[in-house]
């Protein structure tokens, strides 16, 4: 019998980890330089952490949880988001008595059962961040130009910024009231989907985060813009924009952006690019004022975003050519019969060992055979050992860019030597 990876989940092979690891590299590096330092929650979290902060009414928490009941009779679901265990986290380990101002990041699976298709998985992998203990617009301006950086960083191009305010509690439950009216007014209820029907009645707001394509077209249509937030909440989005600007960063106002989940407050984001088809969102985020005291923390401000590490890789995938397998090891130990082996062995380590990157061949190959490994890995020079080689205590650099360059140097000098040409 051949056993197959579950719907909705993949195998990531060697020859694509090296662009994963890439995007990784580029965003941790990102995060150190601007404060920011690694969290890592459990993947399995009590389901009703999700039903209080992403909200009872969601697709989330309704329609894509994996949920399950455990041994001890505890309900338990895979995270489908990285937000609410990171405000979980720094609650019950009381990360806001030494410092309530923290600058956290993430990076790993999160678990959503949806119709898997290109750049939606079942199990997929989000990058984010979460700036949490402050309400400052500078702060939303912040982790809009972390993301940015990292799709820039990452050479991830066509990407577009689209922004929106919600206002505070009080302001979202005007808009939810412009909404309710706004639709039923106009006799749109009727043509709604079912989920939509009945999202009018419990959380208007979801409507505008409908995935189906008559409800969007509905929407676009009845609702262009309404005066529903506050002076503070007016005040700190033009401040926000006012950082974007400085910053250069280019952006949409779109009032029907309000995202998936119940806890966003005030800015809300959303990252597109162009080269993802229909499911073009590549990145989101939001301001999220009222979850750390909702769940039962003091009450604290906070703003993050999330990545989605999938679309990244499909979307720099497309752009290349999505062409991975080469590796890069610095050198290749190449060897002609069997006696000289034990000696490449040894030179292959000592390489290593000072911090040189090294191949060689494991199953036999004649040299031929071996020059082909060596230049499908990317290598630039080749260290070649044979009998003459070998009594000579002597190995010879081929440079794998010249077709006749055999140099041939001490084995004694080899660290030396291998520098000089890779550095």
Known sequence: MKYKTIRGTRDILPDESSGWQRIEDISR??????????????????????????????????????????????????????????????????????????????????FRAERPQAGRMRQFYQIGLEA??????AVDAEVIKIAMR??????????????????????KEELKKILKKTFSDKGTAEILCEDCKRRLKTNPLRVLDCKNENCRAIVKGSFKKAEFLCGDCKDHFNKVLGFLDSLKIPYDVDNH????????????????????????????????????SDMGGPAL???????????????WGRKTGGDLKKHGADVFVATIGESPYSKAFVIANVLRDAGISCEMDYEGKSLKSQMRTADALGVRFVLII??????????????????????????????????????
């Open 29 to 110: 590096n990102i995060f150190k330089k601007c404060g920011y330092r690694e969290i890592r929650t459990p993947v399995m979290e009590e389901t009703a952490l999700f039903i209080k902060s992403v909200g009872e009414d969601t697709d989330i928490v309704n329609k894509e949880m994996f949920s399950f009941e455990d041994r001890g009779g505890r309900n338990i679901s895979l995270r489908p988001e990285g937000t609410a265990p990171i405000v979980r986290a720094y609650l019950e380990n009381n990360l806001y008595k030494t410092d309530p101002f923290q600058k956290l990041y993430y990076i790993g699976p999160m």
């Open 132 to 137: 949490i203990g402050s309400t400052s617009p």
């Open 150 to 171: 990292i799709l820039e960083d990452s050479d991830i191009k066509g990407c577009q910024l689209k922004i929106n305010n919600l206002g505070c509690s009080k302001d």
């Open 257 to 292: 952006i309000v995202r998936g989940l119940d806890y966003y407050t005030r800015t809300v984001f959303e990252i597109t690019q162009r080269d993802l088809g229909a499911q073009d969102a590549i990145g989101a985020g939001g301001r999220y004022d009222n979850l750390i």
């Open 301 to 315: 401000g906070a703003c993050g975003f999330a990545l989605g590490l999938d679309r990244m890789i499909l979307a």
């Open 386 to 423: 044979g009998d003459d080689e070998l009594r000579q205590n002597k190995v010879l650099i081929k440079d794998m860019a010249k077709k006749d360059d055999q140099v041939p140097v001490d084995t004694d000098h080899i660290i030396e030597e291998v520098r000089k040409r890779i550095c």
